[in-house]
């Protein structure tokens, strides 16, 4: 099934993603994320089902969920997705199913797997590891900072209060 909005398409079952018939280059682990978001776009997804469903079997901390979903924010616009405090995640752009296949993509363009070039980092995503918060910080700063200074103020206060 290949679902429309905004400007791009969405094949879930091949997890490919276009844009005015330009092939979108999208690791695997944010499609599956976006595929589980937009198959269900009424439903507040939790990090825990994400968790299960992305990396099923696996030990992964619930920072590479935060990681893939600010990747697809930077790719489709914060009003994306909609974070629910405490409770999860849910698809906030309306979709629309396309009939028949994708529009043709020409050969060179489907071969070049071309990236958006407002986010490249797009492409930093698939890991379950850290490796990839040096990327992120280059582009959401205020992602990266915020905890830290969060850290800092919170072992700053346990030291002054010993």
Same mark, same amino acid.
């Given at each position: 099934?290949?679902? %429309?909005?905004?400007?791009?398409?969405?094949?879930?079952? %091949?997890?490919?993603?276009?844009?005015?018939?330009?092939?979108?280059?999208?690791?695997?682990?944010?499609?599956?994320?976006? @595929?589980?978001?937009? $198959?269900?776009?009424?439903?507040?997804?939790?990090?825990?089902?994400?968790?299960?469903?992305?990396?099923?079997?696996? $030990?992964?901390?619930?920072?590479?969920?935060?990681?893939?979903?600010?990747?697809?924010?930077?790719?489709?616009?914060?009003? @994306?997705?909609?974070?629910?405090?405490?409770?999860?995640?849910?698809?906030?752009?309306?979709?629309?199913?396309?009939?028949?296949?994708?529009?043709?993509?020409?050969?060179?363009?489907?071969?070049?797997?071309?990236? %958006?070039?407002?986010?490249?980092?797009?492409?930093?995503?698939?890991?379950?590891? &850290?490796?990839?918060? @040096?990327? @992120?910080?280059?582009?959401?700063?205020?992602?990266?900072?915020?905890?830290?200074?969060? %850290?800092? &103020?919170?072992? $700053?206060?346990?030291? &002054?209060?010993?």
């Amino acid at each position: 099934m290949i679902l %429309a909005f905004d400007d791009f398409q969405f094949d879930i079952q %091949a997890l490919t993603l276009s844009k005015d018939g330009r092939k979108i280059s999208l690791k695997e682990k944010p499609a599956q994320i976006l @595929a589980l978001l937009i $198959t269900q776009p009424d439903k507040i997804h939790s990090k825990v089902e994400i968790l299960e469903e992305v990396w099923p079997g696996r $030990t992964v901390t619930e920072q590479v969920v935060f990681q893939n979903i600010g990747h697809l924010r930077a790719l489709f616009g914060d009003e @994306a997705i909609k974070t629910f405090s405490k409770k999860g995640y849910q698809w906030q752009l309306p979709c629309d199913p396309v009939d028949g296949k994708t529009p043709a993509v020409s050969e060179s363009l489907a071969t070049d797997n071309v990236s %958006a070039p407002a986010d490249p980092s797009v492409n930093v995503s698939d890991d379950d590891s &850290a490796q990839n918060t @040096a990327n @992120a910080s280059a582009k959401l700063p205020w992602q990266v900072l915020v905890p830290v200074l969060v %850290a800092v &103020a919170a072992i $700053t206060g346990y030291f &002054a209060l010993s």
